[in-house]
């Protein structure tokens, strides 16, 4: 009824109905899935609130509406009435999850002021529709051929530019209600790029370089990664598989301010990913701010908006409203149902980034190792290694047994250097991330005397991509240990590989062409008391050059390593001409798997 009366133009009754339904709604997934259907430009949502004042919904919706129109004030006062409400539905049912993951959102709502462009032309390359919408969004329909690229011109209304804000907006009109034009309402933007027309008649236009992109909502998977819509030479995409019907935001930070001269516009080029299940945009609309927190401030709410544990969401989203003692209240929540050590672990490090926080969490869990932990990763992250070994045994002063068996940092690189893996470079005798090293000399590079390590990502397939150049590049990372212990390392390269624990060479592989595979090699390690490095040195002699690192303490896992240290063991001693104790040795290892035929070309080639 309140649909048909909306129809009819009658904003009145269709506000009266729209509300009966609401109040009718059996829970508040219910009703929040109502109030995304009612809120569309020409809905009535003043008249709402006036039926409903106390629905946060409501309330949180009309906020975006004011804070669109620019009416900052009360958009501010609608949104505090919002999260006002939320807090007492949420004390009323403090297990409901829904609830927490909506104040979530409430306590991280942009407030940055962003200008709405209104577009003066838009083209298709396919020959698509574009309907400009009340809300100055931009709905496409009709032709919906792949890979179609959307090209918007706008003028700006603010003489500088820092970031730029792509929204994309669901619809009724659109499959699954959108924001994409694909059959599940998904969407892949391949590129997005600016330009500012060129001062010279009869130029191409300029391209604005565009430094970073962040997004609230990316499916995960290797080809889709927001970052590659501002990098031609990277096939990444952004899209929102898992997540139809819903709003979805992305933000671009300029490399530099750009100031625009009078009545100066600004291009837009939004490019469709070219695939046969035509994933083109649906329904979208721009802004830009001249904000220089814009990026930074957006790129924390959606790291915020992407953790899964809504408690820990909320505790999040309370410590980044910059209130630690509900953030620590609902991080409590998050760690006491939190299935095991390694997960409170990853929690308790979100907690560790406020001090404030990790104060008022310590009194309400005074002995969950976690926190000591977190805290140490954390540290550890700055390059504060002894701050961080302490805190580390405080943790196994608490819960010894429950401790992890390693603690491990994350992976830097450096290079390249010249491609004779046997040389010892100065990253070997300066491991350290925190510390810049010594660059070599190589023919056709213009190389600083020395560089930084730099964070090394490691890929959904484990590996760490190093590049196509012909060269070596060092790997390093450092474990944490309690007390000496045995350890496998599992190890893949690409192209070949030297492998160093705490100075001491342990593997070196022989060249293979193909991509790194997990467990390719396997080599034992003694971990000792304290910090352990462990630096991989990875030559490439052609294509793409990639290693693979990880830890284990499974049995199966260090007899084998146990195997292949020995193994190398054997070879160093071919190498250094002592053919009986290889031999022996050779010997010794086929008695124990005497279907290696890989084991008896070795021997025989010893002899």
């Not at 284990?552 to 063991?569: E, K, M, W």
């Amino acid at each position: 009824l309140a649909v048909a009366y909306d129809a009819l133009g009658d904003p009145t009754q269709a506000a009266k109905w729209f509300a009966r339904a609401l109040e009718r709604a059996p829970d508040f997934a219910t009703r929040r899935e109502l109030v995304e259907r009612i809120d569309q430009p020409h809905t009535d949502l003043a008249g709402l609130v006036a039926l409903r004042p106390d629905d946060p919904l409501l309330l949180a919706a009309l906020a975006n509406r004011q804070a669109e129109a620019g009416q900052t004030d009360a958009a501010a006062e609608s949104l505090a009435r919002a999260r006002a409400a939320t807090e007492a539905l949420l004390a009323e049912s403090p297990d409901d999850e829904m609830l927490a993951g909506f104040l979530a959102d409430l306590l991280l709502a942009d407030t940055t002021d962003w200008t709405v462009l209104k577009p003066t032309e838009i083209t298709s390359e396919a020959g698509a529709t574009f309907a400009p919408q009340a809300d100055d969004s931009i709905l496409v329909s009709g032709e919906n051929r792949s890979g179609d690229v959307y090209t918007i011109q706008a003028p700006i209304g603010i003489s500088e530019i820092r970031a730029i804000r792509l929204e994309a907006l669901p619809d009724p009109s659109l499959p699954n209600r959108g924001p994409g034009r694909h059959s599940s309402g998904n969407f892949q933007l391949a590129a997005f790029r600016v330009f500012v027309p060129s001062a010279d008649a009869g130029e191409p236009p300029d391209r604005l370089t565009i430094a970073d992109a962040s997004a609230s909502f990316t499916y995960q998977a290797r080809n889709a990664d927001i970052r590659g819509t501002i990098d031609d030479d990277d096939p990444r995409v952004w899209h929102v598989f898992g997540s139809s019907g819903k709003r979805h935001t992305a933000v671009f930070e300029l490399a530099a301010p750009f100031h625009f001269q009078p009545q100066q516009p600004l291009v837009v080029q939004c490019a469709n990913r070219n695939v046969p299940g035509i994933v083109n945009l649906g329904r979208f609309r721009l802004s830009v701010t001249d904000d220089p927190a814009a990026f930074e401030t957006n790129d924390r709410r959606f790291t915020i908006l992407r953790i899964e544990d809504p408690w820990e969401q909320l505790a999040a989203a309370y410590a980044a409203a910059g209130d630690p003692a509900q953030a620590a209240r609902w991080f409590a929540r998050s760690l006491e149902q939190a299935p095991d050590a390694e997960a409170r672990i990853k929690i308790a490090e979100q907690a560790t980034r406020d001090d404030a926080v990790l104060a008022a969490l310590v009194k309400l869990r005074p002995a969950d190792l976690a926190l000591p932990v977190a805290q140490g990763k954390v540290l550890a992250a700055q390059g504060a290694w002894d701050a961080a070994a302490a805190a580390f045994e405080q943790a196994a002063r608490l819960d010894a047994e429950a401790l992890p068996k390693w603690i491990q940092t994350g992976f830097w690189k450096v290079g390249p250097y010249p491609s004779q893996l046997e040389e010892a470079y100065p990253p070997e005798s300066n491991p350290d991330p925190f510390q810049s090293v010594a660059s070599v000399a190589m023919q056709g590079h213009d190389l600083p005397a020395e560089w930084p390590w730099q964070p090394a990502t490691v890929e959904s397939n484990g590996r760490i991509e190093l590049g196509t150049e012909i060269s070596c590049n060092y790997v390093l990372t450092r474990v944490w240990s309690l007390a000496a212990q045995e350890v496998a390392l599992l190890l893949g390269d690409d192209d070949s590989l030297r492998v160093l624990v705490n100075g001491e060479l342990l593997l070196e592989t022989t060249p293979n062409r193909g991509a790194a595979r997990p467990g390719e090699h396997t080599v034992a390690a003694t971990l000792q008391p304290g910090w352990n490095t462990i630096l991989l040195k990875v030559r490439n002699y052609d294509d793409q050059s990639s290693v693979i690192l990880t830890l284990s303490a499974d049995p199966q896992d260090l007899i084998a390593a146990r195997r292949g240290a020995r193994l190398y063991q054997a070879d160093r001693l071919v190498a250094a001409g002592k053919a009986d104790e290889a031999l022996a040795l050779f010997s010794e290892l086929i008695d124990e798997n005497s279907t290696d035929d890989a084991l008896f070309a070795k021997r025989a080639s010893a002899c």
